[in-house]
Structures are given as C-alpha cells and as structure tokens.
C-alpha cells in the first residue's frame, strides 16, 4: 500500500487497482498549496468522512476531473450532486453500512464530532453525521481512517469487528482528541502493526506536532509513520 499525506487529514492510498483520496483538504490548506490537479490524477475514489471544509474542499473540483466515485453518507452525497456531482458516480451508506467500491469495501463506523459545511451569512448547512471509515482490501492490509473524533469505549467493537492492522488517527486536540488520548485509543482498543496521525499542525489552535501522540505511544510495539506533507510511503 502507497500513503501519501497532504496535509491535516487528506490522504492518498494506492493499492490495486483503487486509488483513493480520503478527506481531499487541497484548496484553502495552510499545509499544502500545491493545488488539487496533482493528487486528483488517476483517482478513482474520493471517500468523505464529514461534512466540515477542511475535510471536503477540493472534493468538488477532484470528481469534476478524475468522474471518480464517491463514498460518503446520504447527505454529503446529495448536497454535493446539487453542487454538480453527478448522481451516477455517488455510493452512499450510513453508520454501520458496508459499500462495495469494486476491488474493495468501506465500512461506515462511529465518530464523536459534528458535521456541516458553512455559507454565505453564517448558515450552516447539515451534512449528515460523522464517522470514521474502515476500508476492506482483498490483498492488503484493513485501513481504518478514524476521521475528526474523540476517544470512545465502542472502539473496541470496531477492532473486533474489523482488524484494522493501520490506523490514520486525529490527534490535533480542540476539535478532536489531542495526542495522549489519540495513543491511550490505539494501545487501549486496536492492535494496529502501524499508525499515522493527522489533523495537527494545520492552524495555530491545535496541537503543532506529533510529539504527545508519540510519547503516548513509547513501548507500544506500533510503527508510527510520520511522512512528510507530500511525501508517499509504503505501508
């Protein structure tokens, strides 16, 4: 499997033939200023936990170029048909849903957060609820991308149910958990072989490194990958 990390909670994964944008943050992204076009080549999956705009800004232009599916809840898909997303490229679920993508499975878990997207004059339009995203591969390893969430007792539910074995984890503090309680989730309710965490550094409010998740994780055994914005790893 290919990571590729753009910042916050905006990831690239390849393996087989999918190649997915989670969570595509590529326009308005202190972290990255690269544009959208460079990520956006060859996908064929944007896959969205919420609704927020540091999460879906850029998913519109994305699906514009590459026709890519999307995989999101009822009503992020909905709202973003009317932005012009046509509705035979939408594959909605639900908490507790699994959605065949061909070539592989997205399972819709639990998340503590909120979601809407904001317009002009302080409206907030509501988008479903949030939820973290297990992704099923037939010849890799099970990805769960925990999306914009706190700790919580029903982790261990999704670890037996799924296995994850690699977890992309918000550890930014403020809008989700912060590092100490993102590690003592991972050692607490997973045993993930590796985790990357994301949704810090971006803005001056939240935590601007990794450096309490990485304590919190001292002695575990978990590989925590840290790749540079922009840089691609194999996992």
Known sequence: MKLTWYGHSAFRIETGDAKILIDPYLIGNPSWTDGWEGPAEGITHVLLTHGHSDHISGALEVLGKSGAQLVANFEICMYL?????????????????????????????????????????????????????????????????????????????INELHEPKIGIVPIGDRFTMGGAVAALACRRFFKFETVVPCHFGTFPMIDPTPEKFEAGLEGSGVKLALPKIGETITI
């Open 81 to 157: 048909v009317g932005r012009g997303v046509s509705d035979k490229k939408i594959n909605p679920g639900n908490i507790g849903g699994t959605v065949d993508c061909g070539g592989f499975t997205s399972t819709f878990v639990q998340a503590l957060h909120s979601s809407s997207f904001g317009e002009e004059g302080g409206k907030n339009v509501y988008l479903g609820n949030p939820g973290g995203l297990v992704l099923h591969f037939p010849e890799d390893q099970t990805l769960y991308h925990m999306g914009d969430t706190d700790i919580f007792s029903d982790m261990a539910l």
